[in-house]
């Protein structure tokens, strides 16, 4: 018996009984669609998720004065002055891997523009901070290396401090702060950054050069921090270790001595939120298994329900001469055109919901070749398995016994 | 055609049938015998459960017999396997069932085909020809496109024997063919079996309880407790064409009266 005989006997019988039809690919459908658009939704919340940690700066390594350990008498940061600007050199010089280096040095005080003041953060730092950060201005520009040389007083503003002394959206650039009585020139804005992943408002901060800070404003010789961000590709372990050592030798560190410093990574944050978006995948993909399973329940049963007046209708096919093999070649071209063309349009509906998810609730989603190639494999295996399942049995029968089926 | 008449198109020895259903064994039929020769009218009859039902299934190779022989057009059917009966069913033997048996939500000409797109090498262009011939012969040549919903009883009846002669088998068994049907659907049909038997020299072999029905046939074979009772001629056949006219006259005389 040739194929194409079987294709139109298969073909008429799933337009004869056209609701049975529909119903099972509608069960395909749904089952591979949901898969899909929920690992896509998964998915997208992940690569979000690892945008926002790379956009702080997951390659940043941060060496702070003070102790994090459990010596005798623990110091807090900032009370340690061992940590200098020719530590800071020092790293830069001798560790290998390191693309931009800034020291830091911070203070709150008072900022007083023309007609209004605000008490905030002054951070002092390198030149190289709003390349560590990624973080680009509204207005103006950072202050340059030689800023930096000659302790100028020289003031960018964070988009919040700049709202309070400015009003919002205003270009202060050329405009005069006072800090501690002493004239600073605004040369910029900062682009709003929003809160940090911990709550603290990124944008209510004022920087100034870190020599400005030692020299003009606290008189100090030492610095409070050094951050640091890696080459592409460089492991931070390494870097961090490389540090420590090369610090440890500055500062004539004993072995089994404290440290007077302390060198850390984002990665220890980036692992939690790793972790996080992990547990959430799995979330989303036990979310998508369940409705992988009703969908297959419901092709199951469609199938089961239509046993009997299949099982008729192979009764009647073999008395007319049909031999077993041509029964189970129409069932089985029955489950397989289903499962394909409901497979193809679950893929399409998933494609076309995720789509529609991630632009009306601005979620970015993903569609993944597992999850597509995962839900249809199932959802057909399930379709096939209990389409032609029913059906071997049923053509084993003598016609009669198939025919008098109850 | 007398040398035919010799071999028996149907020539069964000890037939039987035992029907294992878990804690008790069903003797259906025990040990029958009988020959029907090409262009027999043959009728069986009998009370529920006598076997005849049985028998018709075994002859219609739709069923496997417990023991004994059968012999098809002088070739041993008994021991042949699935695939080689079902060649036997499609070319060989026309199935009428009492339930009509056709496929739901399908035209009758799609019904009729059926057996066709099983006969082999078939082009499409054929199998519409040969079905629509067969309709034709039942009287059904304007109901192709119908539904089998749409068709009264004696209709459906109707399909289901087209069904049964499109591969021109030489053999008809139907099982209760009438069983369903009121009694003037019931005389056109049994005309239409009488017409087959003597115009186209089919073999007729057919199920019924009912004793004006087997008057139909020429010979009657009645079954007990699963063993042939009687065997014998019909003495006084009815013909279905005239009292169909018969029974048109009274019923438009109770028109005319009412």
């Known amino acids: 018996m040739s194929w194409s005989v079987i294709f139109v006997i298969a073909m008429k019988a799933l337009r004869r009984n056209a609701m049975r039809t529909a119903l099972t690919a509608l069960g395909i459908i749904i089952g591979v669609a949901a898969v899909i658009v929920m690992v896509a939704i998964g998915a997208g919340a992940q690569a979000s998720i690892e945008s926002q940690i790379r956009s702080a700066g997951s390659n940043i390594v941060t060496v702070s004065a003070g102790s994090g350990g459990f010596g005798p008498v623990r110091q807090g940061q900032g009370a340690v002055t061992t940590l200098t600007a020719d530590d800071a050199a020092a790293i830069r010089r001798e560790v290998p891997g390191i693309r931009y280096l800034s020291p830091g040095l911070n203070t709150r005080s008072q900022l007083v523009a023309q007609t209004s003041n605000w008490n905030t953060q002054v951070q002092g730092t390198g030149a190289e901070l709003p390349a560590i950060r990624s973080w680009p201005l509204e207005f103006g520009a950072f202050f340059t290396e030689q800023h930096v040389t000659r302790a100028a007083r020289v003031l960018v503003l964070g988009a919040v401090a700049r709202d309070q002394l400015f009003g919002a959206a205003a270009d202060p650039t050329g405009a005069t702060v006072r800090i501690r009585n002493q004239p600073f020139r605004v040369i910029g804005v900062l682009s709003r950054k929003g809160q940090a992943a911990m709550g603290q408002d990124q944008d209510d901060t004022a920087f100034v050069p870190y020599t400005t800070v030692q020299k003009r404003l606290l008189g100090v010789q030492h610095i409070m921090n050094v951050t640091v961000s890696a080459e592409d590709g460089v492991a931070l372990d390494m870097l961090t270790e490389q540090i420590a050592a090369l610090l440890r030798v500055r500062h004539r560190i004993q072995p089994g001595d404290q440290d007077d410093f302390m060198v850390r990574t984002l990665e220890e944050m980036a692992s939690v939120l790793t972790s996080t978006t992990e547990t959430m995948t799995w979330l989303l993909a036990s979310i998508a298994a369940v409705s992988l399973v009703v969908g297959g329940i419901g092709i199951m049963n469609i199938m089961l329900v239509s046993v009997t007046e299949r099982t008729r209708e192979i009764g009647l096919r073999l008395s007319v001469g049909a031999r077993d093999v041509d029964v189970l070649m129409q069932f089985l071209v029955e489950a397989v055109v289903l499962s394909l063309s409901g497979g193809t349009i679950g893929i399409a509906l998933g494609f076309g919901l995720s789509y529609a998810v991630a632009t009306i609730m601005e979620w970015s989603a993903v569609v993944t070749p597992q999850a597509v190639m995962l839900s249809f494999g199932v959802a057909a295996g399930i379709g096939v398995f209990f389409g032609f399942y029913p059906a071997r049995k049923a053509a084993s029968l003598n016609p009669i016994d198939a025919l008098r089926y109850e | ?258």
């Open chain 2, 1 to 258: 055609m007398s040398d035919a008449r010799k071999t028996p198109i149907i020539s069964v020895r000890e037939l039987s049938k035992t029907y294992d259903l878990g804690e008790v064994r069903v003797r259906a039929l025990r040990g029958v015998t009988i020959d029907v020769m090409p262009r027999e009218f043959v009728m069986l009859t009998g009370a529920s459960g006598s076997g005849k039902s049985t028998f018709m299934y075994l002859v219609g190779c739709l069923d496997r017999p417990t023991s004994g022989q059968y012999w098809l057009q002088g070739r041993d059917v008994s021991s042949l396997g699935p695939r080689a009966l079902a060649h036997i069913r499609n070319s060989e033997i026309g199935f009428v069932f009492q339930g009509f048996n056709l496929l739901p939500r399908t035209t009758a000409l799609e019904n009729v085909e059926l057996p066709l797109l099983y006969a082999g090498a078939i082009g499409t262009k054929q199998r519409r020809a040969r079905a629509t011939a067969a309709l034709e012969a039942v009287g059904l040549g304007d109901r192709l496109g119908h539904y089998a919903n749409q068709l009264s009883g004696g209709q459906q009846q109707r399909v289901a024997i087209a069904r049964a002669l499109v591969n021109n088998p030489a053999l008809l068994l139907a099982d209760e063919p009438t069983g369903n049907l009121d009694t003037r659907t019931s005389i056109e049909v049994m005309g239409l079996f009488q017409d087959l038997n003597a115009n186209r020299g089919l073999t007729i072999v057919l199920v019924t309880h009912e004793h004006d029905i087997a008057e139909y046939g020429e010979r009657i074979v009645a079954f007990r407790d699963g063993r042939v009772q009687s065997d014998h001629p019909v003495t006084t056949r009815r013909a279905a064409a005239i009292e169909l006219a018969r029974f048109d006259e009274t019923a438009d005389e109770d028109a005319v009266s009412a």
